[in-house]
């Protein structure tokens, strides 16, 4: 047996024996819609609740039932409305467009107050694994930012067979722990300031206290030129209000750090992860020109990871590419998709 073909095979041992297959195997839970998240007046909503793993996700759905599933995942601090205009330009292509709030964010909550709050990477990855089976979509374009690519960006490489294409921002993110743990250039370090100031117990309870102010103040570090309303923040703002935001995104950065031990469960996939898999599905990356993580060399830096059809676009925006750019973000969701 190939070494690929026993990585594959523990994966669907994996999601087996956590319950994802199964509860897929189990027929489609009931889809609610909810109104507490919506966005009244727009075109994009309202949020719809469904139970898809450990969690029950609420989920924004646009397009026609039949067009090909595109998944838009959001990023820290930010929200399902990065994509509140680039959904309704896909959905109005025949796409049928998925946005769901990331553990921790807006109406997405554990369904048991026992579950474990992980933030491994890999457990957010079979997030959106799970919601996929509850949904019945079998292979979806997926595109994000921030901890959206992180997230898709695993799901490609460890289970392309779920992955018809891939956008993902700021290139290849899957973390690796060792890399982490060595310091970059100051200004480097400099933009990853809250990384550390979460790292520290006055961090977590600066978030605790100061929220709101903590995420605008990012919004403003990471897109210097986009200059939004306090309503669009604020519109956002509201997810972060989720009972267990806190938790998850101190806990992701001291995992990130590796503050926090790897969770036994994932081992066997992070094992893979840090091996740093190549991702073979059509694949478009992006860079916002203004966003202080944008690696230097247009893209270069990153390039070897994508061993598939492979483009590189650089757009004159800041970190959240969806929302200050939806147009030539909903170009390059199509456009992957037909590479």
Request: net charge neutral.
């Given at each position: 047996?190939?070494?690929?073909?026993?990585?594959?095979q523990s994966r669907r041992q994996f999601l087996r024996t956590t319950g994802v297959a199964?509860?897929?195997?189990?027929?489609?839970?009931?889809?609610?819609?909810?109104?507490?998240?919506?966005?009244?007046?727009?075109?994009f909503g309202p949020v719809r609740q469904v139970v898809a793993g450990v969690l029950d996700?609420?989920?924004?759905?646009?397009?026609?039932?039949?067009?090909?599933?595109?998944?838009?995942?959001?990023?820290?601090?930010?929200?399902?409305?990065?994509?509140?205009?680039?959904?309704?330009?896909?959905?109005?292509?025949?796409?049928?467009?998925?946005?769901?709030?990331?553990?921790?964010?807006?109406?997405?909550?554990?369904?048991?107050?026992?579950?474990?709050?992980?933030?491994?990477?890999?457990?957010?990855?079979?997030?959106?694994?799970?919601?996929?089976?509850?949904?019945?979509?079998?292979?979806?374009?997926?595109?994000?930012?921030?901890?959206?690519?992180?997230?898709?960006?695993?799901?490609?490489?460890?289970?392309?067979?779920?992955?018809?294409?891939?956008?993902?921002?700021?290139?290849?993110?899957?973390?690796?722990?060792?890399?982490?743990?060595?310091?970059?250039?100051?200004?480097?370090?400099?933009?990853?300031?809250?990384?550390?100031?979460?790292?520290?117990?006055?961090?977590?309870?600066?978030?605790?206290?100061?929220?709101?102010?903590?995420?605008?103040?990012?919004?403003?570090?990471?897109?210097?030129?986009?200059?939004?309303?306090?309503?669009?923040?604020?519109?956002?703002?509201?997810?972060?209000?989720?009972?267990?935001?806190?938790?998850?995104?101190?806990?992701?950065?001291?995992?990130?750090?590796?503050?926090?031990?790897?969770?036994?469960?994932?081992?066997?996939?992070?094992?893979?992860?840090?091996?740093?898999?190549?991702?073979?599905?059509?694949?478009?990356?992006?860079?916002?020109?203004?966003?202080?993580?944008?690696?230097?060399?247009?893209?270069?830096?990153?390039?070897?990871?994508?061993?598939?059809?492979?483009?590189?676009?650089?757009?004159?925006?800041?970190?959240?590419?969806?929302?200050?750019?939806?147009?030539?973000?909903?170009?390059?969701?199509?456009?992957?998709?037909?590479?």
């Amino acid at each position: 047996m190939s070494t690929s073909s026993s990585h594959g095979q523990s994966r669907r041992q994996f999601l087996r024996t956590t319950g994802v297959a199964a509860l897929a195997a189990g027929g489609v839970p009931a889809v609610t819609a909810g109104t507490a998240y919506a966005t009244k007046g727009r075109p994009f909503g309202p949020v719809r609740q469904v139970v898809a793993g450990v969690l029950d996700v609420g989920y924004v759905e646009l397009g026609p039932a039949r067009g090909t599933p595109v998944v838009l995942l959001h990023g820290f601090p930010y929200d399902i409305h990065s994509f509140e205009r680039v959904a309704p330009l896909l959905a109005a292509r025949g796409y049928r467009v998925i946005v769901p709030y990331l553990r921790g964010h807006g109406s997405t909550t554990f369904r048991s107050a026992s579950t474990p709050r992980h933030v491994d990477q890999a457990a957010f990855a079979l997030d959106l694994l799970a919601l996929m089976d509850v949904l019945g979509i079998e292979r979806a374009v997926l595109a994000g930012f921030d901890w959206g690519s992180r997230t898709a960006d695993i799901v490609a490489a460890l289970w392309p067979e779920r992955v018809k294409a891939l956008v993902s921002v700021t290139g290849y993110l899957i973390t690796n722990l060792a890399a982490n743990l060595m310091p970059l250039p100051p200004a480097a370090e400099n933009a990853w300031w809250y990384q550390y100031y979460f790292a520290t117990e006055r961090g977590a309870k600066g978030l605790h206290l100061y929220k709101r102010e903590l995420g605008e103040f990012i919004w403003k570090f990471n897109s210097p030129t986009w200059n939004f309303a306090a309503s669009t923040y604020e519109r956002t703002a509201a997810a972060f209000d989720n009972p267990d935001y806190e938790a998850i995104v101190i806990g992701n950065y001291r995992w990130r750090q590796s503050l926090l031990p790897p969770e036994p469960e994932y081992a066997a996939l992070e094992a893979e992860l840090q091996n740093a898999p190549k991702i073979a599905v059509p694949t478009i990356t992006v860079d916002g020109k203004h966003d202080p993580f944008t690696p230097a060399g247009n893209g270069s830096s990153y390039r070897d990871h994508f061993t598939g059809k492979y483009q590189h676009r650089t757009f004159d925006v800041g970190h959240n590419v969806p929302q200050e750019a939806p147009h030539d973000f909903a170009r390059a969701v199509i456009d992957a998709d037909r590479l």
